[in-house]
């Protein structure tokens, strides 16, 4: 069998401690700073799945006091981020080529960012993950897909 990806293998150790999720999360959001603005909370991680939380906070409300669109898509793209380093194969890679969005409610309590691709096949070229952010009511706030572009490791010498 193979092993897990490191994201997902560290996921799994970290999380079986009370703060373990709250550890791995700041971590992870190292790798990407700009993540930290939001303070993510990652909720689940496995293959094809990732679920971030972003606590409804000042900070990240905008001037009506709903969680602002742009603080939700920085949760989608950690989720995403995650999700793709838990699930690609080990000799492919990713890089974020573009977000499409659809704003469908008002973002007015804490949203739990979602991406899932467990039932895609990674392939190179154009890859569209699928995201969706809930309200605490489980009303999707934002949904469409992050665009990335899938291609191969190059050989190591």
């Not at 550890?23 to 909720?43: D, H, M, N, R």
């Not at 467990?118 to 949904?143: C, H, S």
Request: glycine share 6%.
């Amino acid at each position: 069998m193979a092993q897990p990806p490191k994201v997902l293998d560290v996921y799994n150790k970290w999380s079986k401690f009370s703060f373990g999720k709250r550890l791995f999360s700041w971590f992870f959001a190292q790798w990407a700073p700009y993540f930290k603005t939001i303070k993510p909370l990652v909720l689940d991680l496995e293959p094809g799945k990732c679920e971030v939380l972003i606590k409804k906070k000042k900070a990240v409300q905008n001037h009506i006091g709903t969680v602002h669109v742009i603080a939700i898509c920085n949760g989608l793209e950690m989720a995403m981020g995650a999700c793709a380093e838990a699930t690609i194969p080990e000799h492919l890679r990713w890089i974020p080529k573009g977000m499409t969005l659809d704003y469908t409610a008002k973002a007015g309590s804490d949203i739990r960012c979602v991406a899932d691709c467990r039932d895609m096949i990674w392939q190179e070229g154009d890859f569209l993950m699928p995201v969706t952010a809930y309200d605490k009511n489980d009303v999707v706030v934002v949904k469409g897909h992050i665009k990335l572009w899938v291609s191969l490791k190059p050989n190591k010498k």
